[in-house]
């Protein structure tokens, strides 16, 4: 079975500086979009048949930007013209199609600091991505899917605006910088006849945050999602403070039209627009729902002892929790508590409320409310204790 | 070697093309439509079992792995469905189908290895390729079987079984070009049948709703010339294909019905008034900018709970909880007021904790931070438990009057109607307009009698409708 790779930062001894200004600044270039024009204007300039595209998103929002993605894939003709799509997200972790979350990402401190979570259609591993982090995302027809052709546009790129720069595209699909360090990570997706392929190029990432968010939520997940595997990596700006984020943005639209013989110039365009890009609200809308979010989590199982301890008295306990998550929702759960920390059957009750529903901490936080209020006062502070240990590991 | 075997399929099926293009037009003739019940219960087969390989994914990837399976045995498919995704080094694929048919047979579990130009599912086809009119269907790529969004998106799609297309297209009409009445458009036998009628004005074979007429309509009908119909052929009736669902109750509602149950159980009764809201409503007006400039927003609900919390200090027995057997009461020395929140999870009921030592400012924080949570799900245990008084702002959706229902082991709970403007008299007897609120509530009659209510009742009213009389009594 192929190993899918994955990028994830790790702590590393230099630090990173984030990007500035809400959008992707404008390049010598760029040209803005008008309203409804869009992409009809991007096709003028890109000369007619068998062109390239180059468009930039204004938006930092990772759901519009995903959701952008999926609107060029399923409406533009990439028979007769390929499009690079460069794009920057707000702090966001973004996971690979068929990972868990639960196990990729600490969803607790990222609910704390309002990063939000997403999930992508392409496969591979999770990513921290914020304003310091460029996505590149390649679309062409299925018979012209050629990463490293894309990716030597990348290192073609960085290499002319600083010669001599030691960066080239591994057989996983990475760009690695000095030899060592990985500045990219690559994931693709293919349709029936479309194809495209994105990968993230670290310019200036804060990876203090990102080692804050990537890792587990609970412990005693086991599953068979696609891991991900970490890599020592660095920030282009760490090894170059002189290099320029427009600079490189252009430089890029340059080799890419060297590259495949285009003439594009590159469009910023708005996708919160409707009337350019009609039903990417709703496909925004579905990326962030529950069902996509957590529902597509292939299945798993959580198994782990719980420390319990009453608040009041301070008694100590202890419990066992063994869940099955199928679609995100829990097809069983078997909740074992030490004996004498609870009536015997109180805990039989709350897995037999719990079994059905979502591994969702609200969800289970309502639940646990509403059985709270049918127990006697003695038992509040011991079941709050049960259910805040249970509610913990979500 | 893919594409080899698929040049060998496609001779086999036009080999077969003829003979059970045959044995299918004797199936329409006999009204039956397709079904893979029929299938199940017939020894008979209407079509050969294809392979559907796994094709060149490209990069010379001989390996996936399937990571979940858009359909099942049994399923029925059209072409271009999508059947299953997999997944290569960081390469996610969505497979969809070539054939319209129904799905015999999966060969590899999620997480199993696929193997490249190895059978991926058998396909039961009963039409050839020539009769699947490619003309009429849109590429959607990536669209899962039952995304109907998508379908918005990525433009239209016909959908009809094969036997349909072959109906249509035995008498040379263009799916495009016919209204389906089916689920989400799909496109009926009967669809194409009016549709022959409206073109050529021909008879419609009689359909099971047509025996219903009159006898001599039925007669006549038959007789009179096509180029003059007496009516218009029949338009179909809408057939209801709604279904019932049964679900079980789990989590919240499960856990909803045993705190209702018990809630019933306790004797309730009722006791509603209205208060004048007029100088609340403008003292709020004045107050709002004050406390955004604090950073809080003030609506009128700190207000209603601060004026609960000292009219509980004087009725303490409104603060108190009954055990099981109602033996004994306990008077609970803080105020939890709890706030009924409609969230995405249903009735939440955080509350604000010590309200008694909370000024109305405080109690605004609160209760911005507990709506900021409870709009993105974070609600905690902590938060939705311990609560000892409720309020219920239903007026903010709407209604004037309601009957609240205690939660336990609360004793009493009031609900607050939506505030109208309506004509009320002055003291001087002059008519004025008035803001006025109705209020509801409901306590235990076991300890509390309707005295009490009234009076706490009173007393409340008195904090609201002058609320320079709350200044005097603030803690």
Known sequence: ?394 | MAAVTRGSVGLVRRLLCEQYRRRCFRCSRSSVQFSSRLLHAASVRYGPILQFKLSDIGEGIMEVTVKEWYVKEGDKVSQFDSICEVQSDKASVTITSRYDGVIRKLYYDVDATALVGKPLVDIETESSPELTQEEDVVETPAMAHDEHTHQEIKGLKTQATPAVRRLAMENNIKLSEVVGTGKDGRILKEDILNFLSKQTGAILPPAPFQEIRPPPAAAAAPKSPPAAMPQAPPTPKPVFTGKDVTQPLTGFHKAMVKTMTAALKIPHFGYCDEVDVTRLVALRAELKPVAEGRGVKLSYMPFFIKAASLGLLQFPILNASVDEACQNITYKAAHNIGLAMDTSQGLLVPNVKNVQMLSVLDIAKELNRLQALGASGQLGTADLTGGTFTLSNIGSIGGTYAKPVILPPEVAIGALGKVQVLPRFDSAGQLIKAQIMKVSWSADHRIIDGATMCRFSNLWREYLENPACMVLDLK
């Open chain 1, 1 to 394: 079975m192929m190993m899918t790779s994955h990028l994830r930062r790790t702590l590393c001894v230099a630090r990173g500086r984030l990007g500035v200004g809400g959008c992707l600044p404008g390049g010598p270039a760029a040209r803005p979009c008008s309203g409804g024009g869009g992409l009809s204007a991007a096709y003028e300039q890109g000369g007619g048949e068998g062109a390239g595209l180059i468009l930039r998103s204004r938006s930092t929002d990772v759901y519009q930007n995903l959701a952008l993605e999926d609107w060029i894939d399923a409406n533009v003709d990439l028979r007769r013209r390929s499009v690079l799509l460069l794009w920057r997200n707000r702090p966001a972790v973004v996971i690979g199609r068929h990972q868990n979350p639960w196990s990729e990402c600490d969803l607790r401190a990222m609910r704390a600091a309002g990063v939000p979570l997403a999930r992508r259609r392409s496969g591979g591993g999770t990513v921290f991505h914020d304003l310091g982090n460029l996505n590149l995302t390649f679309f062409t027809c299925k018979k012209k899917y050629d990463r490293k052709r894309n990716l030597r546009v990348v290192t073609d790129a960085l290499r002319t605006l600083r010669p001599g720069l030691d960066v080239h595209a591994t057989d996983r699909y990475d760009i690695i910088l000095n030899g060592h360090y990985k500045i990219s990570g690559t994931a693709s997706r293919l349709g029936r006849s479309s194809a495209y392929h994105h990968c993230t190029l670290l310019f200036s990432a804060d990876r203090s945050a990102l080692s804050a968010v990537l890792r587990p939520t609970s412990r005693g997940v086991r599953s068979n999602a696609t891991p991900s595997v970490p890599s020592p990596v660095t920030n282009l700006l760490d090894h170059d403070p002189t290099l320029d984020w427009d600079q490189l943005l252009a430089a890029l639209g340059a080799q890419y039209n060297s590259e495949f013989g285009f003439s594009a110039v590159e469009t910023v365009v708005d996708p919160s627009d409707e009337s350019a890009f009609p039903g990417v609200g709703g496909a925004a809308a579905e990326l962030q729902s529950w069902d996509w979010l957590f529902g597509k989590t292939p299945k798993f199982s959580v198994d782990t002892r719980l420390e319990l301890r009453e608040e009041e008295s301070g008694v100590r306990g202890s419990a066992h929790l063994q869940v099955e998550v199928k679609g995100g929702v829990m097809d069983s759960c078997r909740l074992g508590v030490s004996s004498g920390w609870l009536p015997a059957g109180l805990s039989g009750e709350l897995s037999a409320l719990l079994a059905g529903g979502r591994f969702c901490p609200e969800h289970t936080a309502a639940v646990a409310a509403a059985m709270l209020r049918s127990q006697p006062a003695e038992l509040q502070g011991r079941l709050r204790s049960l259910c805040d240990a249970v509610i913990a590991l979500m």
